[in-house]
């Protein structure tokens, strides 16, 4: 039979997992959302970016998937974007 401490201990591990989860998904590598100024068309778009891990511990943007400011589909601009981030 578990103790109270037991119960506690297992509860503040799997409390500590979960915040480590939501972290890695909330700021870690993947798609994410983001706002800047284009500067081509010099208004603030709406960006959906891929990011990876560039070296340990920092994470960097490599291709912009999707912008507010051009038609459903892919992105064919030059992305000079890229440079804000």
């Not at 890695?24 to 068309?41: A, F, H, I, L, T």
């Not at 291709?63 to 992105?75: I, M, Q």
């Amino acid at each position: 039979m578990l103790d109270a401490a037991q119960v506690l201990a297992m509860a503040a591990v799997a409390g500590a997992w979960g915040v480590f989860a939501y972290t890695v998904r909330r700021w870690g590598p993947g798609r994410r959302r983001r706002s800047v100024r284009c500067p081509e068309k010099k208004r603030r778009a709406r960006l959906v970016v891929e990011q990876r891990e560039g070296d340990f511990g920092s994470l960097r943007v490599v291709d912009v998937d999707a912008c507010s400011l051009l038609p459903e589909g892919p992105v064919t601009c030059g992305k000079e974007c890229l440079e804000k981030f």
